[in-house]
């Protein structure tokens, strides 16, 4: 899978979690979990890996 396949399969699994708007709020939030950082900052340092962790645990601390 390419590393845009796995950014939208990652975004994808916050549109089955969240809202349109809460994803927009998600994404550009800071993150104690990712130091400060928002996903979004992630992305555009290239820390894919970390982006798609970052959507995973997400999802599945929300779904649970």
Known sequence: MS???RVAAAITLLYDTYTPEGVGVW?????RTLAGHTP???LSEGRVDEFCHACERTA???AT
């Open 3 to 5: 590393e845009s396949q």
């Open 60 to 62: 599945g601390m929300v």
């Open 40 to 42: 979004l900052e992630l």
């Open 27 to 31: 994404l550009k939030g800071r993150k």
